[in-house]
C-alpha cells in the first residue's frame, strides 16, 4: 500500500532533521522503504553529477529491514538507534564492502571494496542506508571537484558553480536531497569548504577520534572521516555513531564516542563563552561578501553576551605552503601501492611490455594530472638531499602553527571565522591557476596540522543567493563543546536572516 507519493518527501528533505524523519515513520506518513526509492530516484538523475555509484540493491535491502524493525519494536527502535533506516551517501573513498570504490579514479574504476570500513560497519550495525558513493577529487586531491574523471559536481541550483572539493559529491548530495547526511573526508578542508559552498554542515573531528580503517589513505597524518547533513543535530547524531576506539586503527585515540545530538539541544551559556577572531583570517584577501555575514554572526553572538577576542595566529600563514609539502609527500608514499599489480586496472598486461617500468608507466598513467603532479612533487620533497630542506623544514612550522592554537586557547574557547576568503566559484575559474586553488584551503589547513576539530556552518548568502560557511576551530576532543555552540549560532542565524 503506498500511503505517500514520491514527491512530497523530497520537498520535505530541504527542512526535515533525521529526527523529523522518524517522527513522520512514527506517524506512518511513509516508509524507510518509500523514502529510500526517494532518494534513490533523486540520486539515479545525478543532476549535479554528486554519485559515482549508486547502490539501489543495497539500499532497498537496507530500508526493508528498517521497516521490519519498526514494525516489531515500534519508537523503542530509534532510541536504540537515532539512524535507523535513515539513507546516508558515502564519499567514494571509504569502503563498503561489495561495492565499488573508484576513489575517483579511472585506475580503480572497477576495483570492487572485499570489505567494510569500520564507520560504515558501525552504521549498518545502526540500520543505516546507503544510498550511494559520492563524487569527489581524484584522491581527495582538489578543492573543486574540478579533478574528477566522473563529473565536476555543481551546488544544486548552481549548474555553473563549483561545489567545492573534495567531498563536493556528498555535499550536493546533502542539499539536494538525495540523501539525508553524508560522510565525507577532510584532510585541508575536503568536508568544510564544500560545506560552506553548499550551504550544510560539516564537522571535520580530532585527529583520532574516527577510525580511518578502511578509508583509502590521502595524507595520512591529516586525514579525518566525518558527517556532512543539513542541520547541527544531524551532523552531530552522525558523529556519535561513527566516534570510538578502534583497535584496527593505530591512530585511533581510546576515548568514547561522542554525544554531540545531545549537546546540540543544550542551551548556550553565550556569557561563558569566549571567541577567539584572528587577525590573519579577516586580511584584505577576505570578500566583502564573505566578511559581511560573518561579522553579523560575530555581533550577534557578541549581543548574547559572548566575548569577542581578537587574537594572533602568526604562522597561520605558512599553512598552505607546509600542508601542500606534507600532504604531497605523505600522498606520495600511500599512492605507491596503486601500481597495477595489487590494487589498479590494468591497461597493459606485464607479458606485453618489455620491462616492469614500462608497465607502471602505462598503468600509472591512468592517474590524472594533478594526481600525478602531487606525486612527483611529494617523491622530490622527500628524496635524499631535499627532505631536510623540504619535508622536515615543514614538519617544524607544522609544530609551530600548532603552538600558536594552543597558546590561544589559553585564553579563548573557540577560534571563529570564516571557511574560504570567497563564494563558491565558477567551474574552470581556477584551474589553469593552482597557486589560486590552493589558497582557497588558507583557513582551513590549519586545523589539519595542528589536528584540531573544526566545522562549518551556514552563515549567510550572498546577492547571487550563494551560501557563506562560518568555521569554528576548537581545541582537541572539543567536539561536544563545539556542536553546542553552534547549534546556539544555527538557531540565532536563523532568526536573523
Ligand atoms: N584541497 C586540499 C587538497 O587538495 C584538501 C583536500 C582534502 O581535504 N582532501 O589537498
Known amino acids: 500500500m503506498c500511503r ?10 530541504e527542512y526535515m532533521k533525521i529526527r523529523q524523519t522518524h517522527e513522520a515513520i512514527a506517524k506512518k506518513t511513509f516508509s524507510f522503504l518509500e523514502l529510500t526509492q526517494d532518494r534513490l530516484k533523486l540520486a539515479k538523475e545525478n543532476k549535479h553529477q554528486e554519485y559515482i555509484t549508486v547502490c539501489a540493491d543495497l539500499a532497498l535491502s537496507a530500508a526493508t529491514k528498517a521497516d521490519a524493525v519498526f514494525q516489531k519494536e515500534g519508537v523503542q527502535a530509534f532510541v536504540r538507534n537515532p539512524i535507523l533506516g535513515i539513507p546516508l551517501a558515502i564519499k567514494d573513498l571509504i569502503l563498503i564492502r561489495n561495492i565499488r570504490n573508484t576513489c575517483g579514479s579511472k585506475l580503480l574504476d572497477n ?3 572485499p570489505y567494510s570500513a569500520s564507520v560504515i560497519q558501525q552504521l549498518e550495525g545502526a540500520g543505516a542506508v546507503f544510498i ?7 584522491f581527495g586531491m582538489g578543492s573543486s571537484n574540478e579533478n574528477s574523471p566522473y563529473g565536476s559536481v555543481s551546488i544544486p541550483g548552481f549548474p555553473e558553480r563549483v561545489a567545492g572539493g573534495s567531498s563536493g559529491g556528498s555535499a550536493a548530495a546533502v542539499k539536494s536531497g538525495s540523501c539525508d547526511a553524508a560522510l565525507g573526508t577532510d584532510t585541508g578542508g575536503s568536508i568544510r569548504l564544500p560545506s560552506s559552498f553548499c550551504g550544510i ?6 585527529y583520532g577520534r574516527v577510525s580511518r580503517y578502511g578509508q583509502v589513505a590521502y595524507a595520512s597524518s591529516l586525514d579525518q572521516i566525518g558527517p556532512m547533513a543539513r542541520t547541527v543535530e544531524d551532523a552531530g547524531l552522525l558523529l556519535d555513531l561513527i566516534t570510538g576506539h578502534d583497535f584496527k586503527d593505530s591512530t585511533s585515540i581510546p576515548m568514547p564516542p561522542t554525544r554531540c545530538a545531545a549537546a546540540s539541544a543544550l542551551m548556550t551559556e553565550w556569557s561563558k563563552i569566549r571567541l577567539g577572531v584572528p587577525e590573519e583570517y579577516f586580511k584584505s584577501g577576505l570578500h566583502p561578501d564573505v566578511e559581511k555575514p560573518i561579522r553579523q554572526a560575530l555581533t550577534w553572538a557578541e549581543k548574547q553576551g ?10 597561520s600563514e605558512y599553512g598552505v605552503a607546509v600542508y601542500y609539502l606534507i600532504a604531497v609527500s605523505e600522498a606520495s608514499s600511500n599512492l605507491a601501492r596503486f601500481d597495477s599489480v595489487r590494487y589498479g586496472q590494468r591497461k597493459v598486461l606485464a607479458e606485453d611490455v618489455r620491462d616492469l617500468s614500462t608497465f607502471y608507466e602505462i598503468n600509472r598513467s591512468q592517474l590524472g594530472e594533478e594526481v600525478k603532479k602531487r606525486i612527483l612533487l611529494g617523491t622530490f620533497a622527500l628524496s635524499a638531499g631535499y627532505s631536510e630542506a623540504y619535508f622536515k623544514r615543514a614538519c617544524q612550522v607544522r609544530r609551530k602553527i600548532k603552538e600558536d592554537f594552543d597558546r590561544v586557547f589559553n585564553t579563548v574557547d573557540f577560534i571563529v571565522g570564516p571557511v574560504s576568503s570567497t563564494v563558491a566559484f565558477k567551474k574552470g575559474e581556477k584551474t589553469q591557476d593552482p597557486l589560486q586553488m590552493y589558497l582557497n584551503d588558507i583557513f582551513t589547513v590549519p586545523a589539519n596540522l595542528a589536528g584540531l576539530p573544526a566545522m562549518s556552518l551556514p552563515c549567510g548568502q550572498d546577492s547571487n543567493g550563494l551560501s557563506v560557511g562560518l568555521q569554528l576551530i576548537g581545541p582537541a576532543f572539543s567536539e561536544e563543546f563545539m556542536v553546542s555552540l553552534a547549534a546556539g549560532f544555527e538557531k540565532g542565524i536563523e532568526g536573523v536572516r
Open 4 to 13: 505517500f507519493t514520491v514527491f512530497p518527501v523530497r520537498v520535505k528533505a
Open 111 to 113: 576495483y570492487v571494496a
Open 132 to 138: 550511494g558513493k559520492t563524487n569527489l577529487d581524484e
Open 201 to 206: 554542515v560539516g564537522i571535520k573531528p580530532t
Open 306 to 315: 559572548a566575548k569577542l577576542v581578537p587574537v594572533q595566529l602568526p604562522h
